[in-house]
């Protein structure tokens, strides 16, 4: 820090978030010094390609991260590059020279955070990360110190904004996938490798850091039960309209008294579900606590300005602190709860299947869900497929592991040509 007003920042990271960054940190820099009564200095930020063309000044460029991390003339760090190496390295070490690091990686704290906050812990240096979760939703902030006093016994949330906008597209305008992954892409919403947003991983890494804090024990991405959209067509979209659901990437996480329930899959809501009505690249999340009760944040989930309004946020407040001498609230995770496997997990399903279409078969499918005992709540069949039939089953609750056996059961029964599709359906808010 330079005398008490200035307070310098490196940027390791130019791509869709850190331009953002950069370009609202000058654009409001006169309110930003206001509230701050500080001014926050960019001076350098780290890039791969040294040749491409940058909004900033050029002697500001560079390709050596030792010009920011642990630099006595940087103050704060600010990891925008993604992925878990060397991000999670670069942010170590800064937090081991005394740095404050802001971060929108969710990624690494969500694969790395014991190891990164035991790193802030040794060296009382400051680390903030609420850009990693819903975009500019301030929903880290909400969960670590507005609803503080609360237990909190459930989070459901629209985590991934890339997901959200395919599926919304598809849903609302016939757009085939790869057509509303293109956009997702253009618009900056979708990761490096967009396979992380497609396949859940994205959505995985921030339902562990939420669960984290919201139930106090550390839930890494891998304990994280995850589905992503990739299997779902045009064809369960449709069903699921007649059906009055809306298809989501739902992510969920639940307290039970000795476990705690975290997975990531697509679902099936009623169109009168708060969350279904959450469309394009917005997020939401419903929290459930006592005393607060229910709670639903919604806003951007994705894009550079959404999550740079987060990454500024969290600049001014560690500059706040840095000034002023505050405690860092640090790490929450007090407890270890085993995570529940998923084949306890309850509720209800939507089959889609090909079947011989002759008499007979109906009463074959029903007997072997009777068999294991499966309530089925309604069956249809729609439509044809040359000489088989398109049967949508839903059941009533029932454990995961019941499910996964009728479906393996009922892939070999000579009549089943294929079970196409299984989508669980939650129906309630908590
Ligand atoms: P991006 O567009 O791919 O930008 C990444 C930037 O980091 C680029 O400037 C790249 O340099 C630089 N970089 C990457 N690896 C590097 C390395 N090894 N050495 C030096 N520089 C390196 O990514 P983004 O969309 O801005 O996302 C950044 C982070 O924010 C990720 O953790 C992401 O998950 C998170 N996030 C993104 C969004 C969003 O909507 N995009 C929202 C919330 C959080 P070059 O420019 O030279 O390639
Ligand atoms: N790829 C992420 C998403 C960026 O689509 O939600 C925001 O974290």
């Known amino acids: 820090m330079e005398g008490e007003r200035r307070v310098r920042v490196g940027l390791l990271g130019l791509g869709n978030v850190g331009q953002s960054v950069a370009r609202v940190l000058e654009e409001n820099s006169y309110w930003i010094e206001r509230k701050l009564g500080a001014r926050l200095e960019l001076k350098k930020v780290l890039v791969r390609d040294p040749h491409k063309q940058r909004p900033v000044p050029v002697d500001m460029i560079t390709t050596d991260a030792r010009d920011i991390v642990a630099h006595p003339k940087i103050d704060i760090v600010v990891e925008l590059m993604g992925g878990l190496e060397p991000a999670r390295s670069l942010i170590i070490q800064s937090l081991q020279a005394g740095q404050a690091v802001v971060t929108a990686n969710k990624e690494v704290i969500a694969h790395a955070g014991a190891e990164i906050f035991q790193a802030a812990a040794v060296s009382n240096a400051q680390l903030a990360f609420e850009g990693s979760v819903a975009g500019g939703i301030p929903i880290i902030e909400a969960l670590k110190e507005a609803l503080a006093a609360n237990r909190i016994s459930c989070l459901m949330g629209i985590i991934n904004g890339t997901t959200n906008f395919i599926l919304s597209k598809m849903a609302a305008e016939g757009v085939d996938f790869s057509t509303a992954l293109t956009e997702a892409q253009r618009l900056g919403y979708a990761e490096a490798?967009?396979?992380?947003?497609?396949?859940?991983?994205?959505?995985?890494?921030?339902?562990?850091?939420?669960?984290?804090?919201?139930?106090?024990?550390?839930?890494?991405?891998?304990a994280v039960y995850r589905q992503g959209i990739q299997a779902v067509t045009a064809d369960d979209i449709a069903y699921g309209r007649e059906?009055?659901?809306?298809?989501?990437?739902?992510?969920?996480?639940?307290?039970?008294?000795?476990?705690?329930?975290?997975?990531?899959?697509?679902?099936?809501?009623?169109?009168?579900?708060?969350?279904?009505?959450?469309?394009?690249?917005?997020?939401?999340?419903?929290?459930?606590?006592?005393?607060?009760?229910?709670?639903?944040?919604?806003?951007?989930?994705?894009?550079?300005?959404?999550t740079a309004s987060a990454v500024l946020a969290d600049m001014m407040m560690v500059a706040r602190r840095r000034l002023s001498g505050g405690k860092e609230l640090g790490c929450?995770?007090?407890?270890?709860?085993?995570?529940?496997?998923?084949?306890?997990?309850?509720?209800?399903?939507?089959?889609?299947?090909?079947?011989?279409?002759?008499?007979?078969?109906?009463?074959?499918?029903?007997?072997?869900?009777?068999?294991?005992?499966?309530?089925?709540?309604?069956?249809?069949?729609?439509?044809?497929?040359?000489?088989?039939?398109?049967?949508?089953?839903?059941?009533?609750?029932?454990?995961?592991?019941?499910?996964?056996?009728?479906?393996?059961?009922?892939?070999?029964?000579?009549?089943?040509?294929?079970?196409?599709?299984?989508?669980?359906?939650?129906?309630?808010q908590g």
């Open 332 to 428: 929450t995770c007090f407890d270890q709860f085993p995570i529940l496997p998923i084949a306890t997990v309850e509720t209800e399903y939507y089959l889609r299947l090909e079947a011989a279409d002759k008499p007979g078969v109906m009463a074959e499918i029903a007997r072997l869900f009777g068999k294991n005992a499966i309530s089925l709540n309604s069956v249809i069949q729609k439509r044809s497929i040359g000489s088989d039939a398109e049967i949508v089953l839903v059941t009533h609750r029932t454990p995961e592991g019941k499910l996964q056996n009728t479906v393996a059961a009922l892939n070999t029964l000579a009549c089943v040509k294929a079970v196409r599709n299984v989508i669980r359906i939650e129906r309630g």
């Open 193 to 222: 490798d967009p396979a992380a947003d497609l396949e859940g991983h994205d959505a995985a890494r921030k339902i562990a850091i939420l669960a984290s804090i919201a139930f106090e024990t550390r839930v890494s991405d891998d």
């Open 243 to 306: 059906l009055g659901w809306t298809l989501k990437l739902l992510a969920l996480a639940r307290r039970h008294s000795e476990t705690v329930e975290v997975r990531v899959h697509p679902t099936f809501l009623p169109n009168d579900h708060p969350l279904a009505s959450v469309h394009g690249v917005s997020n939401a999340v419903f929290v459930q606590g006592y005393p607060v009760g229910e709670t639903m944040f919604y806003g951007p989930g994705a894009g550079g300005d959404a």
